[in-house]
């Protein structure tokens, strides 16, 4: 394989030259992906931890001065990542249509550090702690003594400056500085890397790469993806578990065997199984499964630290059922290719095949493969045993993110796995399967994939939809099915033009979509850019993808220009002990709860709306202010959104804290995401309703305008003459950022707590718990109460139900 990975396009023979004293260098290729995922990303998604025990008479202060060396050996260990004030016209990409006004270059500059930056006591050895990577330091280490022989050491670098190829390097020069060896100067460092790859791919070579991708993944599915035990939520949480197992070692012998036998290696065996298995068990003939490749192409590289590592999308079509080992040699070929395509960033990959996205998942691939190799070599001393602390993530990137390692045992199979997706027992029973197909296949690879086994669970672990609404390319929904509307706001007109100028388009409507018109990662980027000069606002590079349309992006930037207050919370009721704590409907109000709370026997609290755009955030931001009061919690809950918010709080809480607060509803429905916006007219007439039916008083039908809105207000007393029009237009306001955040909202997981649902009887419905039951562990409790939807607000047995129902919450603890 590294003969074949050697065969670098533009500039082959050329080696990299080593620069004395450089103070700024450009970043490569896979940095600037890396400074953009962060950008739009998680902070601290993209960081890298490792915990090591150590037993023995561990010499602390040797340890900190042989990491202090080896972080003052290697240039991009003492380095950040700085946007300039304009690009250097010098940039590999220069010309190819990521610059423009208002957007800088990315740069990587050396700085000095001392030990006491890298050793950050203050640091808790988290691993997700967030890095910044315009100051640094981008890496940071932690020793805990335990006991006089026994002491924890962490460390966490950034990925930007560190892959798993670094590590070697890393711990062996690490333990070599530790004994006091002399370690010679490097060959080369990565700034002279990022140089040599700037001037070897001048010339057009990552636009020829381009179009290799282009082809490679034409009308490659949308999603590649195992049978779910839930629906993918519209904004996933990242929320996730790892399951470790271990590979039967006859398995990993017959794995190496047949690499050898047939040129391939332990990476292309179990690659080519991971496609395989998916394919059965997704019952799709066309797989797209992501893998990082390592770009340390010359050996020169060899003890350089820093990222080299690119992820790719491996494709394969396993519609003929071809035997397993006509399957790897397509393989095998396919990964030897991607070598000499293989400094595209990710992102630019993403932008050339342009595939249907969402914030609901990643783009091209949803499934991942790594394979690390033996991580056993550290070259410790003979008096300390050291050893790989066992941490387990509570997050997850992808559907699945499969690894394998030798460690001192043997291989190491884990998945790291969406808990809003899958189960643990769905994922241990689909691990078990993936490992005797693996086993059936090194065994007998001359048989077709069709004729390996699997047991029936494998296929039928699941059944719900594999996103919102959206099963396939042709259901992703896009610009073409809603309504041609023209921009109706002063930002949406501002936007327009932008669009028009960046995307090159004669005309945008409201609902067109930015990525649909031809628009990608880094035009996202100017586009933001220039938002931020033209308003002062700095939406996050993420906010384009959820705000993809001109009308929700225009939505998003006015929100922010009148940013929300803190939550804060509205005594209804007075008393002494737990108290309730009731969230606004969607009208945003909470005088709906005045007279209730007085009747309920314990202290009451309300959260009003303040302007926050998605359930998600209102849930983060009210139990902020639940927890920052001295009372604790009894119960949370509310009226129809209400009772919405309040699940999402206590479903949170429960996830970080494990405790399960009751939940009570009033008529409150599961809600089902809705990807077409309502028109002006649907606003109006259904805040109309809304509001007549809260004040209990018909506003009438046939209202379409703000305007028709105001004089049959004043018609019917709501607003003295003239009519304060601003107040309604503020009621309005709020209804539609509620009303967005409640359509937008998908329920993830199923909560543990108990559920009590007070529900209208007199209002249409098949399912008798609205839903509910579908996303929690328990019986969800059903109490039917006379009145509509808003009758059973004002109804007079609605405040002993909710009394009693409170009492036995305490009596449960």
């Not at 282009?214 to 049978?227: E, I, M, W």
């Not at 396939?472 to 100028?501: N, S």
């Not at 108990?754 to 399912?767: F, S």
């Not at 839903?771 to 109490?783: K, L």
Request: aromatic letters at 8%.
């Amino acid at each position: 394989m590294s003969t074949r990975a050697a065969r670098l396009p533009g500039g082959r023979t050329a080696g990299i030259t080593h620069h004395e004293s450089i103070v700024e260098a450009p970043v490569s290729e896979q940095q600037r992906a890396m400074w953009f995922l962060e950008r739009t990303g998680r902070p601290g998604t993209y960081n890298i931890g490792s915990t090591v025990r150590i037993r023995g008479e561990l010499d602390v202060p040797a340890l900190r001065t042989a990491l202090a060396e080896v972080v003052d050996r290697h240039w991009i260990l003492r380095s950040v990542l700085t946007e300039t004030g304009s690009k250097s016209g010098t940039g590999s990409d220069a010309g190819s249509g990521t610059g423009g006004e208002g957007e800088g270059d990315v740069r990587q500059r050396v700085r000095q550090l001392d030990e006491i930056e890298l050793f950050d006591e203050s640091w808790d050895g988290r691993a997700e702690a967030p890095f910044d990577l315009g100051t640094g330091p981008l890496v940071r280490a932690r020793i805990d003594r335990q006991a006089p022989d026994d002491h924890l050491f962490y460390l966490c670098f950034h990925h930007a400056v560190y892959d798993g190829g670094s590590a070697p390097v890393f711990w062996r020069e690490l333990w070599r500085a530790y004994r006091g060896e002399r370690l010679d100067e490097p060959a080369v460092q990565y700034a002279d890397y990022a140089i040599w790859q700037q001037r070897r791919l001048a010339g057009g070579v990552l636009d020829q790469q381009a179009q290799w991708w282009a082809d490679t993944l034409k009308g490659c599915p949308v999603l590649t993806t195992l049978p779910a035990d839930r629906p993918r939520p519209a904004h996933p949480t990242n929320a996730g578990h790892e399951l470790r197992l271990r590979m039967p070692e006859p398995v990993r012998r017959g794995v190496d065997a047949l690499a050898e036998t047939e040129g391939a290696s332990f990476y292309m065996v179990v690659l080519a199984v991971l496609q395989a298995f998916v394919s059965r068990v997704a019952q799709q003939d066309d797989v797209v499964i992501g893998s990082p490749l390592s770009g340390r192409v010359r050996p020169e590289l060899r003890e350089v630290v820093g990222c080299f590592v690119n992820t790719v999308a491996t494709r394969a079509d396993l519609s003929d059922d071809p035997s397993f080992r006509t399957h790897l040699s397509r393989t095998r070929d396919q990964v030897l290719d991607l070598f000499d395509h293989l400094e595209l960033p990710f992102d630019r990959v993403v932008e050339t095949v342009n595939p249907p996205r969402s914030p609901s998942w990643s783009p091209l691939f949803q499934m991942l493969y790594v394979h690390q190799g033996d991580i056993t070599e550290r070259d410790t001393p003979p008096e300390l045993h050291v050893t790989e602390v066992d941490e387990r993530t509570d997050s997850a990137k992808f559907d699945w993110l499969v690894t394998t390692w030798q460690d001192a045992d043997g291989m190491v199979l884990s998945i790291e796995y969406a808990t809003e997706l899958f189960d643990d027992g769905t994922v241990r029973r689909l691990a078990d399967e993936f490992l005797g197909m693996l086993a059936a296949a090194v065994a007998d690879p001359e048989a077709a994939l069709s004729e390996h086994p699997l047991t029936a669970s494998a296929g039928l672990v699941g059944s719900a939809p594999v996103a919102p609404g959206a099963a396939d390319a042709a259901a992703v929904p896009g610009a073409a099915e809603f309504a041609a509307e023209e921009p109706a706001t002063p930002t949406e007109r501002y936007l327009a033009g932008l669009w028009q100028q960046l995307l090159d388009v004669p005309r945008v409507r409201r609902n067109d979509d930015f990525f649909l018109l031809g628009g990608h990662s880094f035009l996202g980027i100017r586009l933001l850019n220039r938002v931020r000069l033209q308003y002062g606002v700095d939406l996050p590079a993420a906010a384009l993808f959820e705000a993809r349309t001109l009308y929700r992006l225009g939505r998003a930037i006015d929100r922010a220009l009148t940013a929300p207050a803190a939550p804060e919370l509205l005594p209804m009721a007075e008393g002494t002990g737990p108290a309730f704590f009731l969230v606004h409907p969607v009208g945003g109000g909470v005088g709906c709860y005045a007279g209730l709370a007085r009747h309920l026997g314990c202290p009451v609290y309300a959260l009003e709306a303040v302007g926050l755009g998605t359930v998600e955030e209102m849930a983060e931001a009210y139990l902020a202010a639940v927890e920052s009061t001295a009372l604790p919690p009894l119960a949370v809950g509310g009226w129809s959104m209400g009772g919405v918010v309040a699940f999402e709080m206590a479903r949170r809480l429960e996830l970080r804290t494990g405790r399960a607060l009751p939940v009570l509803m009033i008529d409150s429905h599961v809600p089902e995401p809705d990807t077409e916006p309502p028109t002006e007219a649907d606003l109006v007439s259904w805040f109309a309703a809304d509001w007549g039916a809260a004040v209990g008083t018909d506003l009438g039908p046939s209202l379409t305008t703000r305007e028709q809105l105001w004089q049959r207000a004043r018609d019917r007393g709501l607003l003295e003459p003239p009519g304060d029009g601003g107040l309604v237009e503020r009621l309005l306001d709020r209804f539609e950022i509620n009303l967005h955040a409640l359509r937008d909202f998908t329920v993830t997981g199923r909560y543990p707590g108990r559920v009590c649902l007070i529900r209208a009887d007199d209002e249409p419905g098949d399912q008798a718990d609205h839903g509910w039951g579908a996303v929690t562990t328990r019986p969800v409790r059903t109490i039917a109460l006379p009145g509509d939807h808003y009758g059973v607000m004002r109804g007079p047995e609605l405040a002993p139900t909710l009394a009693r129902l409170l009492r036995e919450a305490i009596d449960h603890g």
